[in-house]
C-alpha cells in the first residue's frame, strides 16, 4: 500500500506561547482535491505550512510520502510542493519577470506553457504584474509555482481576496490541475466550497483534526 | 587661554540660552523645565568628565596603548547603546559589537595605517569618536528597516522561500531596500555638506583659529571616513542580522516590530 501523501503523526506546534496544533495525527490522501476545514484561527493554515516546511512541528513528525519532511532538503521539497498564498503575491516587474524567478533558465515556451495550464493567456507574459485584477494575480501565482513543476500545491484560502467570478476560475483551475496529475491541499472556511472541490476533507478545530 | 576658548564665563553666558528655553517651555506649560536642566547638567557633567579624561589620555607623555584601549571602550559602549535602542533585534549587541569592530579597524587602519594622520593619542581618540559615535545610528536604522522591511512583506518573503529560493535570494529586494535606507542620511549629510552646515570638526578649526582650507582638508578627510565607516558598519549589521532572521532550513523566523 502507497503511503499517504501527507502525514501528520502526534503533531504539536507552539506559535508566540499559543498551542495551535495539539497532539495531531492525521493522514491526507495521495490523490485529487483535500481540503483543510475549518473555522479562522483553528490552526488549518499552520496545518499547511507544515507540509512545505514553513513551520515545523514543536514535537511529532510530519511525513511526505512516507519520508520525515525534516529528513528532506528544504529547498528542493518546496519546488516538489508549492504554495499559493491567501492573498495574491506579485513580485514587481513583468509577469515574465515573475515566472523566471521560478526558473531562471525557462524558455518563453516553458513559460506559456505554464500560463495556459493556469487558465491565463499567453499575451500575459509582457504585463505588469502589479497592474492585474486579484483573479489574474493569484492565476498568475499559481503559474509562478508550476514553473516549477510540483507535484503537489498546497492553497492557502487562494480566493478570500476574490470576487465569485474569479473564485469559479481557481475553483475550476484547482479541479483542473488535480485531473492533470497534481495533489491539491486547499484550505478553505467555506462549506460551500468545499462541497464543490473536495474530494476528501480534515476538519480542524481548535488544533485537533478529525475526517470530516 | 587658547585662542577658540570660552571660558567658564563664556560658557555660563551660554546657559542665558537654556534659561530663555526653560522660560518658554513654563509660559507655554510644556512641562519640560526639568528635563532641560536636567539635560544640561548631565551633559556638562559627562562631557567634564570626558573633558578630564582626555587631557590625561592626550597628553604628549601618555602611552599610545591607552588611547587604543578607550577605542575598544568606544566600540563597546557603542555596541551597548544600539542594544538598548533596538530590543526587537535579537543578537543586537554581538552584531554591532562585530560590526563597529571590524568598521573601526578598516577605517583607523586606513587613516592611520596610510599616514592620514599620525598615530598620537590626540588624533585616535577623536577621529575613532567621530567614526564610532555616527555609526551608531546607521546600525539602528539598518536593523530596524532589516526587521520591518521583511515584516511588512512576510507573504513575498514566503512566497519566494516556497519557489525553493534559499534565503539570501528571497530576501535580498528588502536587505538592499533597508540598507539603502539606513545610508542616505549619511550620503545626502555628505552632499549637503558646506552648502547647507559646516559640519562639527571644521567648525572647531575654524572657531579655534586655524585656516580655513586646513580645516575643509581635515572636514574632507573625516566626511569620507565616516561614510565608509556608515556604510560598513550597515552593511554588516544588515547581513548579519538577516542571517539571524531564517533558519537553516530557510524559514522566515517570528519578527519582533520596533516600538516607535
Known amino acids: ?212 | 587661554m587658547a585662542e577658540g576658548a570660552i571660558g567658564w564665563g563664556g560658557l555660563a553666558a551660554s546657559l542665558l540660552l537654556v534659561v530663555v528655553a526653560v522660560g518658554l517651555s513654563a509660559w507655554r506649560r510644556l512641562g519640560l523645565e526639568a528635563t532641560m536642566l536636567w539635560a544640561c547638567a548631565r551633559a556638562l557633567g559627562q562631557l567634564l568628565v570626558v573633558g578630564w579624561a582626555l587631557a590625561a589620555l592626550i597628553d604628549d607623555d601618555a602611552p599610545v596603548a591607552l588611547a587604543w584601549a578607550w577605542v575598544v571602550g568606544m566600540v563597546v559602549f557603542s555596541a551597548i547603546t544600539v542594544r538598548r535602542r533596538t530590543p526587537e533585534v535579537p543578537g543586537a549587541f554581538t552584531l554591532a559589537l562585530v560590526a563597529t569592530g571590524v568598521s573601526a579597524t578598516l577605517s583607523l587602519g586606513v587613516v592611520f595605517g596610510l599616514d592620514v594622520y599620525d598615530a598620537v593619542p590626540r588624533a585616535i581618540i577623536p577621529i575613532a569618536g567621530m567614526m564610532v559615535g555616527n555609526s551608531i545610528g546607521g546600525t539602528v536604522t539598518a536593523s530596524r528597516r532589516v526587521i520591518g522591511e521583511l515584516a511588512d512583506n512576510r507573504d513575498e518573503v514566503e512566497a519566494r522561500l516556497s519557489l525553493g529560493l534559499p534565503w539570501p535570494e528571497a530576501s535580498r529586494r528588502f536587505v538592499r531596500s533597508a540598507l539603502r535606507t539606513a545610508l542616505t542620511s549619511q550620503i545626502e549629510s555628505t552632499k549637503a555638506v558646506g552648502l547647507v552646515f559646516l559640519p562639527g570638526a571644521m567648525t572647531g578649526m575654524i572657531l579655534a583659529g586655524a585656516d580655513p582650507v586646513d580645516a575643509v582638508l581635515v572636514q574632507a578627510a573625516v566626511m569620507f571616513l565616516i561614510l565608509g565607516c556608515v556604510a560598513t558598519n550597515a552593511v554588516i549589521v544588515g547581513l548579519g542580522l538577516t542571517r539571524r532572521l531564517f533558519t537553516d532550513d530557510h524559514r522566515l523566523r517570528p519578527l519582533a516590530r520596533a516600538q516607535s
Not at chain 1, 148 to 160: G, I, N, R
Request: aromatic share 4%.
Open chain 1, 1 to 212: 500500500m502507497n503511503p499517504p501523501l501527507f502525514a501528520f503523526e502526534h503533531v504539536s506546534l507552539e506559535l508566540g506561547g499559543r498551542r495551535v496544533l495539539d497532539d495531531v495525527t492525521a493522514e491526507i490522501p495521495d490523490d485529487g482535491v483535500t481540503c483543510l476545514v475549518g473555522a479562522s484561527g483553528s490552526g488549518k493554515s499552520t496545518l499547511l505550512r507544515l507540509c512545505n516546511r514553513l513551520e515545523v512541528p514543536t514535537s511529532g513528525v510530519v511525513r511526505f510520502r512516507g519520508r520525515d519532511v525534516a529528513s528532506l532538503d528544504p529547498l528542493r521539497h518546496r519546488r516538489q510542493v508549492g504554495m499559493v498564498f491567501q492573498r495574491p503575491t506579485p513580485f514587481p516587474g513583468s509577469v515574465r519577470e515573475n515566472l523566471l524567478v521560478a526558473r531562471p533558465d525557462a524558455t518563453d515556451d516553458v513559460l506559456r506553457a505554464a500560463l495556459e495550464r493556469a487558465a491565463l493567456p499567453a499575451a500575459f507574459l509582457d504585463r505588469v504584474a502589479d497592474d492585474l485584477s486579484g483573479g489574474e494575480a493569484q492565476r498568475m501565482c499559481v503559474a509562478r509555482t508550476l514553473v516549477t513543476e510540483p507535484e503537489v500545491l498546497l492553497m492557502d484560502e487562494p480566493t478570500s481576496a476574490l470576487d465569485p467570478v474569479a473564485t469559479a476560475e481557481l475553483e475550476a483551475l484547482a479541479r483542473q490541475l488535480a485531473a492533470d496529475g497534481v495533489r491539491i491541499v486547499w484550505v478553505s472556511h467555506d462549506p460551500e466550497q468545499v462541497a464543490r472541490i473536495a474530494d476528501h476533507r480534515l476538519v480542524v478545530d481548535a488544533g485537533r483534526v478529525r475526517v470530516g
